[in-house]
């Protein structure tokens, strides 16, 4: 019997070791889940040229590709099997809760065979993970999150990053994290001086196939966002990723740490890699933007902090070279490792990188995977509110809402703490069902998929569960304020709470502490900002409150 590779729309590399033995390879190109939603025009045209690249990739290196197009997976099987009865087919397992099973039991259904691998493009597997929590056995012992979204705190983040440092070696020395800290984060929150201009975004135009693809996307598909191509900049084949990644080191990475949490008006890139929506494709194996980053720091690494001259340093010092810093363990380096033209890589910006892929992005999957299905419907807030019609429109004149949303609608994309900060808290605050948010998350962004998306939204930005933070990462309009110019030219008065004209956060914000006092007031780190509420108990609370109540009318009628 021919061995078939089975590879889903998220599988597209070329280099992976399943291929090494498979006689063929089969791409079911299924078209009726974009049907149930109204999905971000450039998310629909990236995700099929991407399969469809792909197909011509591997053929080009040889490979026997079966292509089909289909409604349905299970159209899609039926017609496949219908021509090879005795094919065995083989599927790196989905990172999507549940598809591994279900694509297993279809294919048996229709009288084929479905083998399930380990997915290579994650860095770890689920054996790592059990092996880090202790679990014995295939499965996990019980669920991560409990029926009322409560959750089991030894799963932190922060530990498991450290793990997998140490697993791996990334940015280490012997058994110390290169540097003598793990985290630098607190070198991690500048916002940039007003004559900073980010590195230019890398652009990748759209090829024939590409444009054709979208003509044939905007035909056939209800679609949300931009409906022209002309913003469309992202890798869609291995190559472009790679040169994605190439300039993200080169050129993005020295300024990545230090403007990570900032936000500019019109400026949605800054520093960051703009990877994801390559990552999730499998464009990319995780390994390899790690692995370049850590070889970027070991040429061109300069101490935490440290920048280019070049770059109006606000850290002060001038940059030191890695020699210098790095001590006695590194006399293998030659003299001058660094590229005389290439801006130096300070510590905080390899580090700040590297716990985003290894750290988050690798615990945030295995959450995902543990906490199923109950993670995609946690609402420990009880919060059920649809979401503002400013979600769809971009019509508001919150500054960072209609920034921050104008970004989702031109380019599929936000950057994190846009996400987080913008996206999420607003959502939070007003009181939004974590699921509908998860929703709008998932069909408005070119990187979003359900393990991806589910984890963040769900427990990081609308604090459904407590399984990936001990509080609610909410916010008034003074963190805003802190991290971006958006205050400035926003009508709303950030200095002020109550009354009209006040920032919409700042009501929102005492009063969801206050609606949600009896889950909040008890969990870690919050005893602070509750015991600002008690200050303001009596006439200022009530007045907060009506502010409140106002501000979420306005905005389900679409006039905040
Ligand atoms: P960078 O800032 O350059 O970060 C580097 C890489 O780290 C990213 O490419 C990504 O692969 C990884 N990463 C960083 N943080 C996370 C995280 N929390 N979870 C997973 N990976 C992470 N990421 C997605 O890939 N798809 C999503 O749909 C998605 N939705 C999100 C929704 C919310 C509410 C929040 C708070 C975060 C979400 N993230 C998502 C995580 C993160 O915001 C994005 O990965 C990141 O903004 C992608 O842009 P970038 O490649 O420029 O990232």
Same mark, same amino acid.
């Given at each position: 019997d021919d061995a078939v590779l089975w590879l889903l729309g998220d599988q597209l590399n070329p280099d992976l070791d399943a291929l090494a033995d498979a006689d063929e390879v089969l791409l079911i190109?299924?078209?009726?889940?974009?049907?149930?939603?109204?999905?971000?025009?450039?998310?629909?045209?990236?995700?099929?040229?991407?399969?469809r690249h792909f197909r011509d990739a591997l053929r080009d290196r040889g490979h026997d590709v079966s292509y089909v197009n289909a409604e349905s997976f299970g159209e899609g099987v039926d017609g496949f099997l219908a021509d090879r009865p005795d094919a065995h087919l083989r599927l790196m397992r989905p990172a999507s809760h549940g598809a591994g099973d279900r694509l297993r039991e279809l294919v048996a259904e229709r009288g084929g065979s479905l083998e399930l691998v380990d997915n290579e493009l994650f860095w770890t597997t689920p054996a790592d993970w059990r092996e880090w929590?202790? &679990?014995?056995?295939?499965?996990?012992?019980?669920?991560?999150?409990?029926?009322?979204?409560?959750?089991?705190?030894?799963?932190?983040?922060?530990?498991?990053?450290?793990?997998?440092?140490?697993?791996?070696?990334?940015?280490?020395?012997?058994?110390?994290?290169?540097?003598?800290?793990?985290?630098?984060?607190?070198?991690?929150?500048?916002?940039?001086? *007003?004559?900073?201009?980010?590195?230019?975004?890398?652009?990748?135009?759209?090829?024939?196939?590409?444009?054709?693809?979208?003509?044939?996307?905007?035909?056939?598909?209800?679609?949300?966002?931009?409906?022209?191509?002309?913003?469309?900049?992202?890798?869609?084949?291995?190559?472009?990723?790679?040169?994605?990644?190439?300039?993200?080191?080169?050129?993005?990475?020295?300024?990545?740490?230090?403007?990570?949490?900032?936000?500019?008006?019109?400026?949605?890139?800054?520093?960051?890699?703009?990877?994801?929506?390559?990552?999730?494709?499998?464009?990319?194996?995780?390994?390899?933007p790690v692995r370049a980053v850590e070889?970027?720091?070991?040429?061109?690494?300069?101490?935490?902090?440290?920048?280019?001259?070049?770059?109006?340093?606000?850290?002060?010092?001038?940059?030191?070279?890695?020699?210098?810093?790095?001590?006695? *363990?590194? &006399?293998?380096?030659?003299?001058?490792?660094?590229?005389?033209?290439l801006p130096p890589v300070p510590l905080n910006a390899a580090e700040g990188f590297v716990r985003q892929v290894i750290g988050w992005r690798e615990f945030t999957r295995h959450v995902y995977r543990e906490a199923m299905p109950e993670l995609a419907t946690a609402d420990r807030l009880g919060q059920s509110r649809g979401l503002p019609p400013a979600y769809w429109d971009g019509d508001t004149d919150m500054r960072c809402l209609s920034e921050a949303v104008g970004h989702v609608r031109e380019y599929g994309y936000a950057h994190h703490i846009e996400r987080l900060m913008v996206l999420s808290n607003v959502a939070l605050?007003?009181?939004?069902?974590?699921?509908?948010?998860?929703?709008?998350?998932?069909?408005?962004?070119?990187?979003?998929?359900?393990?991806?998306?589910?984890?963040?939204?769900?427990?990081?930005?609308?604090?459904?569960?407590?399984?990936?933070?001990?509080?609610?990462?909410?916010?008034?309009?003074?963190?805003?304020?802190?991290?971006?110019?958006?205050?400035?030219?926003?009508?709303?008065?950030?200095?002020?709470?109550?009354?009209?004209?006040?920032?919409?956060?700042?009501?929102?914000?005492?009063?969801?502490?206050? &609606?949600? &006092?009896e889950t909040l007031r008890g969990t870690g780190r919050m005893g602070l900002m509750y015991s600002h509420l008690d200050e303001k108990a009596g006439a200022e609370l009530d007045a907060i409150r009506e502010r409140a109540s106002a501000v979420r009318e306005l905005a389900a009628d679409g006039k905040l």
């Open positions: 190109e299924a078209h009726g889940f974009a049907d149930r939603k109204p999905y971000h025009a450039h998310k629909l045209t990236l995700v099929f040229s991407a399969m929590t202790g &679990e014995p056995g295939e499965e996990a012992t019980r669920p991560v999150v409990g029926e009322d979204g409560s959750a089991d705190s030894r799963y932190r983040q922060e530990g498991w990053y450290r793990h997998v440092r140490r697993e791996t070696g990334v940015l280490m020395d012997g058994d110390e994290p290169v540097g003598g800290e793990w985290n630098y984060d607190d070198l991690n929150q500048e916002t940039p001086p *007003d004559d900073w201009e980010p590195p230019e975004r890398p652009r990748f135009d759209p090829d024939e196939l590409t444009r054709e693809t979208h003509e044939w996307v905007r035909e056939r598909f209800d679609t949300w966002g931009a409906e022209s191509l002309d913003a469309f900049a992202w890798p869609v084949t291995r190559e472009e990723a790679r040169e994605a990644l190439d300039a993200f080191v080169r050129d993005r990475l020295p300024s990545f740490g230090r403007y990570e949490d900032a936000m500019v008006e019109g400026e949605p890139f800054l520093s960051h890699s703009l990877l994801s929506p390559a990552i999730n494709l499998g464009l990319l194996n995780p390994r390899e070889a970027a720091y070991e040429e061109r690494g300069v101490e935490p902090g440290a920048y280019d001259s070049d770059e109006g340093s606000a850290a002060g010092g001038s940059a030191t070279t890695l020699d210098a810093f790095g001590g006695g *363990d590194r &006399e293998d380096e030659p003299a001058d490792a660094g590229d005389a033209d605050l007003y009181g939004t069902d974590p699921a509908a948010l998860n929703e709008w998350f998932h069909l408005g962004f070119v990187d979003a998929y359900h393990w991806v998306t589910t984890p963040n939204v769900v427990a990081m930005g609308s604090f459904g569960t407590d399984v990936l933070s001990s509080k609610p990462y909410a916010a008034s309009g003074s963190y805003v304020n802190r991290m971006s110019d958006y205050c400035a030219s926003c009508p709303y008065a950030v200095s002020r709470t109550t009354g009209e004209g006040a920032c919409p956060l700042n009501a929102l914000y005492w009063d969801f502490l206050a &609606e949600n &006092e």
